[in-house]
């Protein structure tokens, strides 16, 4: 965490102590700053071309006013990584600057006279983004949860060492991927939330979302569960069922309301997403709000604005 010269409380206290504003879609920034994403390992390239637009990015969503900064390690896998004939060595070392840039966007908003406590939050993305072919919006890959706790743990064990604030277990499709998760986080060191990408009230693989979030109900590294990368008007009902289930804080960072297209590897239709739903939300139990896909720095001020003028 970057803050001003005051002692600041942990991440997990500050999410129980009030609502936090999470960052918007990582790569809708870097698009608009005119960066290609359409390659197989997205944001997680620039890791490897162009670090500063990341820091960039980064800076955007903290002087709009995020407290929560998501790092672009979303797609970035040793495996990944490997597909381009980077080494394991290189793999950690672009996983662990992915923490490293959050950390330096933090600094220098505070160098810009933001005054107030900022979080890094690193990103784990499921195992669906590793293979780049939109099966993290489906889950179900053919991969026992032993197998995806081995893959996740690898990855997390690097990120763990950076030294973010929690790992953010993200856009998760399915239970079982959901159980891998939480067995690979334990005994790091740092907390996470767990968050599920759903639809129609259930997980992207069909599941009752009690059942999801009881997962982490009884996991103490698990401080925060709740639900992104999907529609806006899925959010409020998961939060109840969240905030329900686990008696933990909720984080909801939906995307704009429009519609990923793998094939054609675009969004399509029409944002609903407004700063408006934001009172709800927390009235739901929803302790962390931000954006997700297609939610730029302009919508993460207008969270920010409703948030602190409660």
């Not at 005051?6 to 809708?28: H, Q, R, Y």
């Not at 030294?163 to 856009?171: F, H, I, K, Q």
Request: charged share 20%; proline share 4%.
């Amino acid at each position: 965490m970057t803050s001003d010269s005051s002692p600041s409380p942990s991440f997990a206290d500050a999410l129980t102590a009030g609502t936090l504003v999470l960052d918007g879609g990582m790569s809708n920034q870097l698009r608009a700053a005119g960066h290609d994403l359409s390659d197989e390992l997205w944001s997680a390239r620039l890791l490897v071309e162009q670090p500063e637009a990341i820091t960039a990015a980064h800076l955007a969503y903290f002087e709009a006013g995020a407290d929560v900064a998501i790092t672009a390690s979303y797609q970035a896998t040793f495996e990944g990584f490997a597909r381009r004939g980077l080494s394991e060595e290189r793999a950690g070392e672009l996983l662990g600057l992915s923490v490293s840039l959050a950390r330096d966007a933090a600094r220098q908003a505070g160098a810009r006279g933001v005054r107030r406590p900022l979080w890094v939050a690193a990103s784990v993305g499921p195992y669906g983004a590793m293979l780049a072919d939109g099966s993290e919006y489906r889950g179900r890959y053919g991969v026992d949860v032993d197998g995806l706790e081995r893959f996740h743990r690898r990855r997390m064990e690097v990120l763990a060492a950076a030294g973010p604030d929690v790992l953010a277990l993200e856009t998760v499709p399915d239970v079982d991927e959901a159980r891998a998760l939480v067995r690979a986080v334990r005994g790091l060191g740092v907390p996470a939330w767990l968050s599920y990408s759903v639809a129609g009230g259930l997980t992207r693989a069909g599941q009752p979302l009690e059942e999801a979030f009881a997962v982490a109900a009884d996991a103490d590294e698990v401080v925060a569960v709740g639900v992104n990368c999907c529609a806006p008007q899925e959010v409020e009902a998961a939060v109840r069922v969240a905030a329900r289930v686990t008696g933990k804080p909720v984080v909801v960072y939906p995307n704009s309301g429009e519609r990923w297209d793998a094939a054609a590897r675009g969004w399509v239709g029409s944002s609903t997403f407004t700063a408006g739903a934001v009172a709800g939300w927390e009235r739901a139990g929803a302790r962390g709000v931000g954006g997700c896909c297609r939610v730029g720095p302009e919508a993460i001020a207008e969270i920010a604005a409703t948030v602190r003028s409660a």
